[in-house]
């Protein structure tokens, strides 16, 4: 299966923009979710989404900025970012994902990451 992500860019701070990861031999009936590497750091998971949509996680550096949906009609996952900061800037990933108590967010198979899209917030 594919997981492609798109929709990044330069925006200044305090803008938005929306991320979009489309899927291909793989259905959003499964937990799936956004992670982010900023340059120089560690692969950081953002949030993730059950296959109900019951169940979301969101890290604490983005609770109340940024939102996680899905449209299965569409095959289609979502990140709407607001209020972006500096510190936002990465490459961002969608991939299978949960996040377990006491451990975090991880990624659910052993495939590649893919490409990833850049988001750069900057002045």
């Known amino acids: 299966f594919q997981l492609q992500a798109s929709g990044g860019g330069l925006v200044q701070p305090g803008g938005s923009l929306t991320l979009s990861c489309s899927a291909s031999?793989?259905?959003?009936?499964?937990?799936i979710g956004w992670f982010r590497q900023a340059p120089g750091k560690e692969r950081e998971g953002v949030s993730c989404?059950?296959?109900?949509?019951?169940?979301?996680y969101y890290a604490d550096s983005v609770k109340g900025r940024f939102a996680i949906s899905t449209d299965k009609i569409k095959n289609t996952m979502y990140l709407q970012m607001t209020n972006l900061k500096p510190e936002d800037t990465a490459v961002y990933y969608c991939?299978?994902?949960?996040?377990?108590?006491?451990?975090?967010?991880?990624?659910?198979?052993?495939?590649?990451w893919g490409q990833g899209t850049l988001v750069t917030v900057s002045s």
């Open positions: 031999g793989f259905t959003l009936d499964s937990d």
């Open positions: 989404i059950s296959s109900t949509g019951g169940d979301i």
């Open positions: 991939a299978p994902a949960r996040y377990i108590d006491n451990i975090g967010m991880v990624k659910l198979d052993f495939g590649s």
